[in-house]
Structure formats: structure tokens, C-alpha cells
């Protein structure tokens, strides 16, 4: 992880060097020294971490040090430079006249950046490169000598302990698992079990294993622990015992995959796979499957979704394990504890209550608080002591936990490659319970803090959502809500992953963040408010005027992050406290936690700023001077005003990739703007139309997602988007306040080359269009979502043209007073999801139009809609079992469909 603070530091230098030398004037040659000493200890970096990996050293006491001081001595020459820039960036700034004869005197008090970098080159960034030559010599000497820790052979598998017992909230899933398991089907079937560690899915398996149905139905069942450490021999050699008593250990791994592959030929029986961790393990077995042995079974449990995924033959959808709800959590901590249901006393009854939430539907962490409290009971004998020593359990649950459960984590995080680390630690700074909000919001904060590298083919977003995507596969991040697409949108960790994150932190193996928390009792911060100025990042979750108050100072924090789940005001005296403290700042995340009643001013001066939320009741101005934060790459303006004026000149701040805002956006930075303006603008919202220009779009001509407030008729007639062929995603609000948009419908539709040509989401909403004009939004054959909100369309009858939408996934209508809909039948071929909200008085959803339809979500429909509805999802599961022949109605049973409340 050293690697990617060095490529950060590299990247920074040399966006430096290229876009602003006036700022290092007299230092580019070392600068530039630097950067070839550090372009070397990269290359370096990289071969001691292959070698660490093949020597299984990775985790070696000795690496982690070298690694910690590798970052200190990259954090340092990082705050040094970003020290001069803030300080020389005023000096060498074109402002007012009076400044010009400031500056020479300005200058003087700078000490030379030359002098600095060299002074650090010499003293810290040599001697430790030497250190690391040293470490890498040391490494290749232990992998040389005497047996590698990465012997399989030497080592005890440990078998997890099987839970039998006090089992809650595993019925409906054994008894779904178990008709799957009876299914005659046409080839080998082989399902999965997935979920988060500690969810029972190897409990789960086990019950159906021992389940009387199966073993009357398999006689012969074999159950295999696979786990993290695979050995193909090994699990050969354990099947084979179910079939034989002869030693084969003797066979060469081709002749015993031979012998092995005989006795499963033909044969029907069960073979339960526990713990598949990788695809190449489960490859391997497969290896000796024969497909057209129609009568075995093969159930897998794994903590990876692609995995279960991969080896699920049939619907192609893994089993996935759901976690306890908060009544079924405190069922079994009452077993737990008492042995039985309702036994517990009254006095106890809400706090373990409160126990059992703060346990976060996770069965383990149930079953290890249960333990130690029943230990606890037995050596108390009063009421009192026991409530106490319950409400000292349920101020931290997690804590108590996460011992029990730190190996298990462990071993998945060990497993997790080296880019993905920091992405998963980081996910510690939120608070319990808290839904990280978007993972649009998640990937662009990892963007900011340096955790994600420029992949060849890949911009940096698509890099982080593949990041994410890979944690949600090993089942370390939940999610809690998909968009319509099936993207992940709001996802959170679970109590026990967070608190192994703050773990991580806590034991300095990672010098990522720091939460500071108000101790109650005692009126003091937890740490201490000087431990501020060694932080580099601080998240707080409360208190934060209290934070404010003992005036902190933070010379190297860059990251501030504040998540309330109640937002408040920030008193004015504090609006200019963040900036004055922490002048180095790259990260201010405070979106959903305070509001300013005013614009902070110096927030201009943080110019190292990348990424940085601002939220108003009514702000309505942006100044021109946050032209200067060039840094910045994400900024966010959340304010009740329909408007926004940007007196800043944003073409002159080259890094921006992302400006969003529900405000209509008004361009009023005066100037052209740098060579580069707008290359790396990828999300606008929303422009009014006024501001749609060719000059506009000719600069931000990389955009990916465009959001357009106001006036559209205007838009409609005078600008094309046809020359944004990176624009993917379109949302266009017809706002003509304070008129009403229905006296004032737009009358016409551009043609469909109007649009983007790579556009594949469009959302519209307000613009009261005629049903006619669906014609022309059908023509555009790029178009995979399209979202009609608050009455983008009007008129009760809507007659559907064929031939439309070829490519369209997801349709989206919401509020219309549409009667009828009729469909001829060869339109819509390719939708898979359709979503009506409040259309009240639409008498019945066309059975021609859904072929291929997976999911319908209704809400605020009619009886009459939603008894239609029931009826397509009927014949389509219908047809497609039949389809499948011996397929069993439940996995093969349509449609999913979602019902909301009804008019």
C-alpha cells in the first residue's frame, strides 16, 4: 500500500510541473530529481510486494513497519510541497493591483521549495530506500531457506465447529434448499449458498446435509470442507472415502481425478462443498463432475458471490442468505442466554433488546454476546448487577464481538488484493448504522483520497465501481438498495466489519483515519483534541460545534468527514474555524451533516481541495473566487434555491471531473478558461438552458451524465447534444416556475438525432408531452433506461408504435393520468423491468408488451392494474416452466412482483 501513496505523490508532482510551473519557479529540476528517485521506488516497491506475496510474508511485522515508515517519509514530502504551494500560491495569484507590489515581499518569507525537497531527499528518501533494499534482501533470504510458510502440506486444516442447535431464522431457507435438492433435472445441478461471514450458511448446509428427506432421497452424501488453503489431492482423497476404503494416497493426481471421476459417473448422491473460495478451486473439482449425471447434486457455500454465482447451473442465481430481523435476533440471544423462548425476565426484556439490534441481523455476533452474557448471569446474583453488566454489553456490542470473530474477517481480508485494502479500511470513517448514501458518493471519495490508480482502457470511476463491485461479490459491503438498472446505489457495512476496520486503524497498521468521539460523561474528546495535529484524516459523527470550539489545528489533516444522521445549522462564529485549521485539507465531506448559513469565504484558500460538499438553505451565489481550488475534482452544492449563478470561471479549474446541484445551473465566469477547460468534466447538473451553448459542450465535450433544468421548450428548438458522443446519461426537468408547466406544455420532441448517440439513460419529468411523441424517444436505439417522473407525459390513451425501443432494459412511469395502454407486441423486445408509480387510473398493463420480464413494481395502482399485473406474472412463469420441463416451479416460477399501496 506504500506503492500507491508513492504513485499519488508521482502524479500530483507531475500535474505540478505540467499545468502550473509558475508555482515552483527555481525547483524544477529537483522536483523533477524526485520524481525519477520515486518512479524508482515505485518499481521497487511493486518487486518487494510480489516477493512478500510469494514468500507468504505479506503480513510479517517487519513489512508492515517498513511499510508505515515508507508512508510517513511519502506523507512528509507530500506536506511539504502542499505547505509552499499554500503559502506561494497568493504570492504568484494575478489579483489586485496593491498585491503586485506585496508580492516580491511575499516571496521572501517563502523558504526556497529547492532547498526543502533536497534537504528531504537526502535525509529521509535515500536512507529509506536503503532500509527497503535491505527488507527485500532479508525477504529473498527467508524464502531461500528451510520449509515456506506457504507449505499446504504441513498445515491442519482447522474445521469450523458446526452449530446444531438454538438454530433461528433457517426454516424457509432449508425448506426452499431441500424441494431445489428433490428436483429432477435434465443434467448435474449444482446450487449455492452465499452471504456474509457469519450468517450460518454452513450451518444451513449441514441441516439440509442432516436433513431425514435428503438422506432418504441421497444414502450417499458427502460433505467436504474446501476453505481458503485448497488442496486439490486432498479433497479427492475425501470423497473417495465415501466409496472406498482403500488408501489411494499413493495415485498421481491425474490417476486419482480418474478413480475419483468413476464413482460420480453414474451414481446419484449429494456432495456439499463448504467454503469455495475461488473459482480455480471449484474448477478443479468440477474437473471431476460428469455433467450428465442427471441424478447427483452438488450444494456449495461461499462468502463470494461471483464464485456462487459462477458454479450455480440453474437460473444462474446463487441462494442468498438473508440476515436475521431484529425479533428473530433477539429469539435467539433469548436461547442463547435462557435456553428457551420467553424466559427472560421482565427488567431485562428492553435493554436485550436493544443488544440484539445493536448485533445488526448477524447471527454470530448473536451467538457470541449470548455466550458471554449467560457466563456473566452465572456468576451474578442481583438484578442490579446484571442490568449493569448488560447495558456495559450494549454501549459496544461490535467490540465484543469483533474478537471472536477477528480470524474469520482475517482471512477474508487477507485474501482481498492490494488495491482494494485502503478502498475497504476507509470504510470504517462511517458511522454505525449509517447507509453510506450513494456509491456514486462512496467511489468519488475514494477517488479523492488517492486510494484508486489509472487503469489502461478505464477512467477512475469505472476503476472504483469495479472496486466496490468486488468488495459487494466477497460479501464485505451490504447493499441495501440497487437503481433500476441493478447497480448498486446505498450499500453499508455491517457493525462487525466496521469495527474490524477501526481495528486496523487502532493498531497502527494503517494510518488512514482517526474518529474522534465526545465522551459524555466525562465532557472530554476521545482522543484528545492535540492528537488532531498528527491526524490525516478525521471523521466525527457528533458534536461538532463542541469540535469546533477547542479550536483545533490540524497542520496535516486532509480529509474531514462529518455524518450526522440529524443535520444541523452551523453557527456562523464556526463557518471559517475548518478552513483556518486545516489549511491542507483535499476532503471535506459534510453533505448530510451541517449546513452553512452563509458562503465560508476562506474555503477558496483551501487549494488542495479535491473534493468538497456545500450545503445552504437558499444560496444562490457561488464567487468567483472558487476559481482558485484548481484541485478540485468533485464538488457538490446542495441548496433550496431553483438557481445557481457560478461566478467562478469552472473552465479555468481543470481537474473538475463532477458539478452537481438540484439548482439550475447559470455560467457567469467571465474568461475562456485554460487550454485543457473541461477535458476531464464528466457529470454536469443541472445547466439551465440558456447555458446549453456550442461553446459549452465543445469544452466539456467528455461529459458523461448531463442534467438540464428550466425552460426545455428553448432547449428543444435551438441545441443539439448530438456532438456529445460520451454522454451516456440525460435528465432533463422542465421548470418554468413560478408558471405552471401544465398551462404551458412543450408542443414538440426533437428528433431522435437531437440526442446523444451513446445515450443509454434518459429521465424526464415535467415537460406534460402527448403520448405521440414516445414515437420518437422509441427511435433512439442506444436507450437501455428511461424514467418518466411527474407527468412527462399526458393524455389517457397511449397507443405504442411496433418496432420501438429495441435495446430498452427498464421503464420507469410515474405520475400520469394514463387510461389506456395498448401494445401491438414487438416493441419494448428487450424489457426486463417496469416500474408504475401513482398512475391511479390506468385500467390494465398491456399482456402483449412484457416477453421478457423480470421484475414489475407497482405502487399507487389500480385494482384493476395490479390484477392485470398478477395475470402477466402468471403466464410468464407459467410459460417458462413448461419451457423448462422437470424444472421446479420455484426456481423457474416468472417474474418477480412488487406491490405497493394501492387507490
Known sequence: MAERAVTFLLENLKQLITCYPELISGAENELKQL?????????????????????????????????????????????????????????????????FFLRPFKAKRLISLAQQVKSLRQDKVKPMLERAMLCYADMQISDGSGTSAGDSSLKVKKVPLIREENVIGLDEAEWTLTNYLKEETDELDVISIVGMLGLGKTTLAWKIFQNEIIQHEFPTRVWIYVSQEFNRKDVLLRILKEFTNEDKSYMSDLELAATVRGFLETGKFLLVLDDVWTVEAWNDIQDVLTKSNSNAKVLITSR???????????????????????????????????????????DFVEIG????????????????????????????????????????????????????????????????????????????VFPQYYEIFTTWTLTRLWIAEGFIQQKEGQSLEETAEENLNELVNKNLVVVDKKNVAGKVKICRVNNVIREFCNSKVDIGEHNLFQEIKLLTRQGVFDPPISDVQKCRRLCIHSNLEKFLFEKPVGPCLRSFLCFYKDRIILNPKFISTIPKAFHLLRVLESQYSFKFTEFPTKITKLIHLRYVTLSFDDLNVLPEAMSDLWNLQTLIVDTRSSILTINANIWNMIQLRHLKTEASIILAGKGEGKAKAGENLQTLGRLSPECCTKDVFNKARHLKELGIRGRLATLFEITSLDKLDRLENLKLLNDIYPESASENPIHNVPKSNWFPPNLKKLTLSGTFLDWKHMTTLGMIDTLEVLKLKY?????????????????????????????SWEASGDEFPSLVHLMLLHCEELDEIPKRLVKRLQKLYLYGVSKSATESAERIVFMIGYKQYKGKQNKRWARWGGPKLFIGPKY
Not at 458454479?311 to 435462557?338: A, D, K
Not at 451474578?380 to 450494549?394: L, P, Y
Not at 397507443?799 to 405520475?815: C, E, N, Y
Request: charge should be negative; charged fraction near 25%.
Open 353 to 428: 433488546k436493544y443488544i440484539a439490534k445493536q448485533c445488526d441481523g448477524l447471527p454470530l455476533s448473536v451467538v457470541v454476546i449470548g455466550k458471554f452474557l449467560k457466563e456473566k448471569l452465572s456468576t451474578m446474583t442481583t438484578i442490579d448487577e446484571i442490568i449493569k453488566e448488560w447495558m456495559n454489553v450494549a454501549e459496544n456490542v461490535s467490540a465484543q464481538v469483533k474478537n471472536n470473530v477477528l480470524e474469520t474477517i482475517v482471512m477474508s481480508y487477507n485474501a482481498l488484493p492490494d488495491e482494494l485494502r485502503d478502498c475497504f479500511i476507509y470504510l470504517g
Open 35 to 99: 520524481m525519477n528517485e520515486l518512479s524508482s521506488f515505485k518499481t521497487f516497491l511493486k518487486d518487494m510486494g510480489h516477493a512478500a506475496k510469494k514468500s507468504k510474508q505479506e503480513e510479517s511485522s517487519s513489512l508492515r513497519e517498513m511499510e508505515k515508515k515508507i508512508k510517513e517519509v511519502i506523507y512528509e514530502l507530500e506536506d511539504t510541497i502542499d505547505s509552499y504551494l499554500t503559502l506561494q500560491a497568493p504570492a504568484t495569484a494575478p489579483t489586485k493591483k496593491r498585491d
Open 791 to 819: 407527468y412527462a407525459f399526458m393524455g389517457e390513451y397511449w397507443g405504442t408504435v411496433s418496432g420501438g425501443f429495441p435495446r430498452l432494459q427498464v421503464l420507469q412511469i410515474g405520475h400520469t393520468n394514463l387510461v
Open 304 to 346: 463470494n458471490t461471483e464464485v456462487a454465482t459462477l458454479v450455480s447451473n440453474v437460473n444462474g442465481e446463487p441462494y442468498m442468505l438473508r440476515f436475521l430481523t431484529e425479533e428473530e435476533s433477539w429469539e435467539l440471544l433469548q436461547v442463547e442466554i435462557f435456553g428457551k423462548l420467553d424466559d427472560c425476565p421482565i
